[in-house]
């Protein structure tokens, strides 16, 4: 049923105005739609709300992701706009300049300001 209906990740924000800093300075992302719920910015054929929370940061897994064609390339053009990507090491599981191998392909986390884990994922 679902499967009839778009979805888009929401993203809480601590501190709204700080986190429209990051989504449209740092990753460029256009404005959709600003209402007094939040912000809609579109990202190719899909959409993201950033809406005011004070829960936001304290989900431990990644809240949204972004599927790309050449992720040390989006990688580099993000830390070059001051992304800080974080850095893994689990038993079998590490990042190499924030980037993993995974079974599918490759990975990359960042953090938003509100303390929210993105996600980059280039399939093989």
């Known amino acids: 049923m679902l499967s009839d209906f778009p979805s888009y990740?929401?993203?809480?924000?601590?501190?709204?105005?700080?986190?429209?800093?990051?989504?449209?300075?740092?990753?460029?992302?256009?404005?959709e739609e600003?209402?007094?719920a939040g912000v809609m910015y579109r990202a190719k054929g899909s959409t993201l709300f950033v809406y005011p929370s004070e829960f936001a940061g304290t989900n431990k897994a990644t809240t949204a992701g972004f599927r790309v064609t050449d992720l040390p390339g989006t990688v580099a053009a993000l830390k070059a706009?001051?992304?800080?990507?974080?850095?893994?090491?689990?038993?079998?599981?590490?990042?190499?300049?924030?980037?993993?191998?995974?079974?599918?392909?490759?990975?990359?986390?960042?953090?938003?300001?509100?303390?929210?884990?993105?996600?980059?994922?280039?399939?093989?």
């Open 9 to 31: 990740p929401t993203i809480p924000a601590s501190d709204l105005e700080r986190a429209r800093g990051f989504y449209e300075g740092k990753l460029g992302l256009a404005v």
């Open 34 to 36: 600003v209402t007094d």
């Open 81 to 124: 706009r001051g992304v800080r990507f974080e850095e893994y090491d689990f038993p079998g599981f590490a990042t190499v300049d924030g980037i993993a191998r995974t079974p599918v392909g490759s990975a990359a986390w960042f953090k938003d300001t509100e303390g929210n884990i993105i996600g980059l994922v280039q399939i093989d």
